[in-house]
Structures are given as C-alpha cells and as structure tokens.
C-alpha cells in the first residue's frame, strides 16, 4: 500500500533525472511492494530525449495528464494541458509518437511499467492484445475542456476513466467557492489522490494548495478536507471500492 502523501508542494521539488538524456521526473507517490506510483514528467527533447520509436504494450496501466506543452502517440491526435489518456494492460500504442516541445504530463501506472514493443501493429490505432477486452477501455480525451461537464454540488466534474467494476477512477473538477472534498476526519474506504491545476484551495491541514500541489492518502487513512474559496482546476482520482 502507498504511504499517505498529506501536502506536496511539486513547485518546490527538484527535478530527478532517472537516466535517459532529457528525461526528468518528481515522484509524488509509490508503492515500494508494487511499483504503483504517480510522477510528474518533464520531457526535453532538445537535450535529445526521443519518445519510444515503435508502438508497444505494458502489463500495466497507464494514465496520463498533460500540464504543459504538447505530446502525441500517433502524430494525429495531439495531447496539450489538461489532455489525458488511459492504456488499459496490453494495449497496444504508440505507433507514432512525437514530442516536439518541452512538456510535462502526470503519470499514473499500476506497477512497474514494462515495455514490450510491436514492430508489425495489426493497426494504427490502439487496440488490445489481452484475451478479453478490459472493462476500463482504452480512452483519450484531446479537449475535456470543449467536453459535457456534470453540474454537481459547488463544481462541475468530466469523467475522464472509470472502471464500471471497481469505481476506480479519474475526473477533472471545475470547483466553485464552497466545493469541499467531504468530510474532514472521515476515514477513506478507498485512496483519494489530488493535484491542483489551476487556482487555489484551502485545507484543514493548514496548507494552500495551489497549482502544483499534491496529495495522496491510502484506504484507512483520515480526510483533511479541501475547501474551494475561489475557483479551482482539480485532477481528482479515487481508489477502487474494494480495498
Ligand atoms: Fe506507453
């Protein structure tokens, strides 16, 4: 299981650079048993960081939220700020990928992330290698902005993945003054995890949590409530119902 994460400034994080040259990521949570982690990722391809050059699969899922500048797996469908993808296990993708620019993405993957490439896809365009279809598709959204948002209590909310099984799953919420992330003290039946896009929150942790901030906490662990005062852009992602 993660460690609670209660307050992550990234902003005042430094950058680690894991290894290949352009490449820079801040861990904001791991699992050390599985590899299940979120990082946010920096990518410089003119320091010579090139994007993987054949589509492949992992064993894991992987879920992606652009923050800055622009990024693609087919060089059609082009992924900028509040962009956001999920690959399912064993989906093929990445057929052909392109950074053009710097840019920064949260990613979310479910254990250590495997590579396993496919010289001859049977498409361009995404597709499963796994006996049966997953029941959390493949999915990308280019422009949730221009999407169908729900009006709910004090905010509006775009589904981006849910898995109909689980309740595991990711939103972007537009919060309004008053928009409260429940109650303070409630023990989590599931994991809430938190980045801040835009705007600013406060909690009864006695942090503001402005654009950049982060927190994680497990199951079991107690809600410090986040209370919109302005008006705020979330990446909100829960846990599923079971653990
Ligand atoms: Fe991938």
Known sequence: MRDPVPFLDTNAMPWAKPGPPGIYSKLLSRDPETGERTALNRLQPEEGMNPPGAAHYHHTTEELLIVKGRMSFDSQVWLTPQSYCFHPPETVHGFKSAVPEESWFLSRVGQELDFNFVEEPVQLS??????????????????????????????????????????????????????????????????????????????????????????????????????????????????????
């Open 126 to 243: 995404p597709y499963y290698v796994c006996s049966e279809p997953p029941a959390r598709g493949v999915v990308y959204h280019a422009e949730p902005a221009v999407g169908v948002w729900e009006e709910i209590e004090n905010a509006q909310r775009f589904v981006l993945s849910l898995d109909p099984d689980t309740g595991e799953g990711s939103v972007l919420l537009r919060t309004k003054p008053g928009w409260t992330s429940g109650a303070d003290g409630e023990a989590l039946t599931r994991f809430e995890e938190v980045f801040v896009l835009e705007g600013a929150l406060s909690c009864t942790d006695e942090n503001a949590y402005t654009d950049g901030c982060y927190n994680f906490n497990p199951p079991g662990a107690q809600r410090r409530s986040l209370t919109c005062t302005d008006a705020a852009l979330l990446y909100f992602t829960v846990g599923p119902e079971d653990t």
